[in-house]
């Protein structure tokens, strides 16, 4: 595992955004973890989220001329993943925002911030049904630009409704590549190298042989 991926794991354990216990999902699913990526809710937080998708891009690989953020969530993940691109990797890239409602006066329309052009990365936290991606890319492609790759925290690598998990439906249905911070597998490596999660790494591995995909 990249010390990035263990690095950013402490982190969110260290902030409550990731938790082990018995949770109950929006799918009705029990989960034996959650994650919540609003608890990166200080300055200090959000700064060191931003500097670990940053790391997760670089290490992609991926090429892409600006930053989306799509309204709410991915507005302050853009601006804190813009600030750390060009503090830590010395890009300096334009970035941008939508509202959910245009405004009809002043800067008139949906988008906040430089205008989309190029191969656009979109940020996000999480991707649950994939209609925050559907959106942005319909958003992107009115504006003339290209969306190139879908940036998020965790990929929890289960089934949806059918037998693709959401990251994968977004990448076969919308044709954009994925790049998650971590993924549920990280999280049990994780916890196999790491002393105290024995109990918890039972029901992570339970649940990730009855939903999980390959």
Same mark, same amino acid.
């Given at each position: 595992m990249d $010390?990035?991926?263990a690095d950013f794991i402490e982190f969110a354990l260290a902030r409550e955004v990731l938790l082990f216990g018995e949770f109950t999902l929006k799918s009705g699913r029990r989960s034996p973890y959650f994650?919540? #990526?609003g608890q990166f809710n200080t300055g200090a937080g959000l700064a060191r989220l931003? #500097?670990?998708?940053a790391d997760a891009l670089m290490a992609s690989g991926i090429a892409f001329d600006m930053l989306f953020g799509p309204a709410y969530k991915g507005i302050p993940l853009v601006s804190a993943l813009s600030t750390q691109l060009h503090a830590l990797h010395d890009r300096d890239l334009p970035w941008s925002f939508n509202r959910k409602e245009a405004k009809d006066h002043g800067e008139a329309g949906i988008i906040v911030g430089a205008p989309i052009a190029g191969r656009v990365l979109i940020v996000d936290d999480v991707i649950s049904a994939g209609t925050s991606a559907r /959106? $942005? &890319? /319909? &958003?992107?492609? #009115?504006a003339g630009g290209e969306p190139c790759a879908l940036a998020i925290a965790l990929d929890r690598q289960e089934r949806g409704q059918g037998e693709? $998990? #959401?990251v994968q439906e977004v990448r076969q249905n919308l044709g954009l590549e994925v790049v998650p911070i971590v993924t549920m597998i990280d999280l049990i490596t994780f916890m196999q190298t790491h002393a105290g999660y024995a109990e918890h790494l039972e029901r992570m591995e339970a649940y990730r042989a009855q939903y999980g995909v390959a």
């Amino acid at each position: 595992m990249d $010390s990035y991926k263990a690095d950013f794991i402490e982190f969110a354990l260290a902030r409550e955004v990731l938790l082990f216990g018995e949770f109950t999902l929006k799918s009705g699913r029990r989960s034996p973890y959650f994650f919540n #990526a609003g608890q990166f809710n200080t300055g200090a937080g959000l700064a060191r989220l931003g #500097a670990f998708y940053a790391d997760a891009l670089m290490a992609s690989g991926i090429a892409f001329d600006m930053l989306f953020g799509p309204a709410y969530k991915g507005i302050p993940l853009v601006s804190a993943l813009s600030t750390q691109l060009h503090a830590l990797h010395d890009r300096d890239l334009p970035w941008s925002f939508n509202r959910k409602e245009a405004k009809d006066h002043g800067e008139a329309g949906i988008i906040v911030g430089a205008p989309i052009a190029g191969r656009v990365l979109i940020v996000d936290d999480v991707i649950s049904a994939g209609t925050s991606a559907r /959106e $942005s &890319i /319909e &958003i992107i492609d #009115a504006a003339g630009g290209e969306p190139c790759a879908l940036a998020i925290a965790l990929d929890r690598q289960e089934r949806g409704q059918g037998e693709l $998990s #959401a990251v994968q439906e977004v990448r076969q249905n919308l044709g954009l590549e994925v790049v998650p911070i971590v993924t549920m597998i990280d999280l049990i490596t994780f916890m196999q190298t790491h002393a105290g999660y024995a109990e918890h790494l039972e029901r992570m591995e339970a649940y990730r042989a009855q939903y999980g995909v390959a």
